[in-house]
RNA sequence: CGGGGUAUAGCGUAGUCCGGUCAGCGCGCCUGCUUUGGGAGCAGGAGGUCGCAGGUUCAAAUCCUGCUACCCCGACCA
């Protein structure tokens, strides 16, 4: 029942549970941690697999696949690579069970132990950069421009579903160039098609922008990233760019021969966005009534529900709405026709709005009289009785403007949310009631850890283009040339 | 891994202090009839080793001991 969500004032994480479970995106599973992803939640993944892969294969992208075991020695090959993931691995190592000794139980055969463990991938880059090793000798081998769709494994201390699942699904680009700007062209090549899929598919804005050093990938050079605002106040990080230097070429001994006849190190990035985009895309815009989803990502985009008392009053209904649902399709609009007789009406609605349906029509006897239908939009609510002549033209462009309309109020949200503050007590304050907080920073790792220390607000992006101008850190009050966004995260 | 909580039907819970008509309620589920323009009404029905293992007792959901799982807050993180 809609009355029973939590509002978005008391436990958000309890608020987010019942709305996931109850809109029947997912549940949790029996392995802790892990995801279990409903046919209609995956559905919403795979609108999002297929938009984002285009965008891929039009900036030059291709498809590959690797495995999802790692020798463990490759994870220890880069330095700072292996300890930013060394506390989050699973780890293999035997390959066989066998009956235990009262003949019913099941254990690990202790004969079968590895002779070098395996890690179950948290990322791919140490393996790939292991096979690129193989496939780059010279630079007419390159650039290698490639993706792949996988799922990967962190074991972290604490679970979030979606934000931060054991086990998630994602896309990981590793790309491996012959100079430093075409791998730095190509982070930021990234960084504008996930800004892009963000703004334009998902109707989040984003900041783009560089992380701090601290907050940047284990083995990177530079981290790029597209930060979105919640409606909680508390900032995402949406999608992540690295540029990652020459780190794994060295650290894997890739070497190509230069048009100069030079053995040089080739030059690699690497990015990545995953299910916690769907993590966004519902804290961005649900309500309390459950799922709010854009038109571009909603697998059901216009449900129609029949009202009728009698078998052929549902014929006569079920005549006309098959027309429309025609006409609909034709314009490339995926349309349900929801004539279960084992739901009533009322319940139907619900569990539309529960799923973010961004259109529902309705149609009873008395529309078949008056040649109307009823109209309700899912992200105001509010419902009206149209005609149906000509009704694919004003359900095509309402499917636009919701579109827009979700971006816009997103939008909104964040610049009545976004503070230019100077002040260390308005900063504090600031911080503590939510929103992205724009201030000075003397650009040290000591003072970003000791204001997340005191406040829990972490340098989320140091915007792209950032206006410079001269001021004096919140903390210290040393020089500082720009602004950074701060704010408590996810 | 530290601190705090919780565990009773598919879900949500009452009962635990004070042991004994205590295994109950709501939602959901099944059957029938009436209903169908915002999650229907009435009647009947199914569903439980009270997290697990010991112990105390004439008697344990309730008291004791041990274990396990989950949740929240930290540390970690896409």
Not at 92 to 113: F, M, N, P
Not at 189 to 215: C, H
Request: aromatic share 10%.
């Amino acid at each position: 029942m809609a009355k029973n969500f939590p509002t978005r004032e008391e436990n958000y994480s309890q608020w987010y549970n019942e709305l996931v479970v109850k809109a029947d995106l997912a549940e949790n599973s029996a392995v802790r941690g892990c995801m279990v992803i409903k046919p209609y939640g995956y559905a919403i993944w795979e609108k999002m697999q297929a938009a984002l892969d285009k965008m891929f294969k039009d900036t030059g992208h291709q498809n590959a696949y690797f495995p999802l075991f790692i020798p463990k020695s490759f994870l220890s090959k880069e330095a700072s690579h292996v300890e930013g993931f060394a506390k989050e691995c699973a780890v293999v190592t035997h390959y066989r069970l066998k009956t235990g000794e009262d003949g019913k139980s099941i254990v690990v055969d202790e004969d079968a132990k590895l002779e070098e463990e395996l890690i179950v991938r948290p990322t791919s880059e140490t393996i790939i950069w292991d096979t690129y090793k193989k496939w780059i000798q010279s630079y007419r081998d390159l650039p290698i421009l490639v993706n792949q769709w996988a799922n990967v494994v962190r074991w972290e201390m604490r679970t979030r579903l979606f934000l931060r699942t054991a086990e998630f699904l994602w896309q990981e680009g590793h790309t491996a160039h012959e100079t430093k700007d075409q791998a730095v062209e190509e982070t930021l090549t990234i960084l504008d098609v996930y800004a892009k899929f963000a703004e334009e598919w998902m109707a989040v804005p984003v900041l783009r922008g560089l992380k701090s050093q601290s907050e940047k990938f284990a083995g990177a050079v530079d981290t790029y990233c597209i930060e979105a605002l919640m409606q909680d106040g508390k900032a995402l990080q949406a999608g992540t760019s690295h540029f990652l230097g020459q780190n794994f070429a060295k650290a894997f001994d890739v070497k190509f021969l230069s048009k100069e006849n030079k053995l040089e190190y080739v030059w690699a990035t690497s990015w990545g966005v995953s299910t916690r985009l769907m993590g966004a895309l519902v804290m961005s815009h649900s309500d309390d009534n459950g799922l709010v989803l854009p038109p571009k990502l909603a697998p059901i985009q216009v449900a129609i529900i029949p009202i009728y008392r009698k078998d052929e009053q549902l014929e006569q209904i079920s005549e006309k709405v098959k027309t429309i649902k025609s006409a609909l399709e034709a314009k490339g609009i995926s349309v349900k026709f929801d004539d279960r007789d084992t739901y009533k009406p009322g319940w139907k609605f619900s569990e539309y709005e529960f799923k973010g349906v961004p259109i529902r029509l309705a149609m009873g006897p008395r529309d078949l009289e008056n040649g109307t239908i009823e109209i309700a939009r899912r992200d105001t609510l509010k419902k009206e009785i149209v005609p149906i002549e000509g009704i694919e033209d004003v359900i095509e462009n309402l499917l636009n403007e919701i579109q827009e309309k979700l971006y816009n109020k997103a939008l909104d949200y964040r610049k009545e949310h976004t503070f230019e503050v100077n002040d260390w007590d308005e900063f504090k304050e600031k911080i503590e009631a939510g929103g992205f907080v724009l201030a000075h920073w003397d650009g040290t790792p000591e003072t970003e850890l000791k204001i997340k220390e005191e406040t829990k607000a972490t340098i989320r992006t140091i915007p792209l283009n950032n206006p410079q101008e001269d001021g004096k850190c919140i903390l210290t009050g040393k020089p500082s040339k720009e602004r950074v966004v701060f704010a408590k995260a996810y």
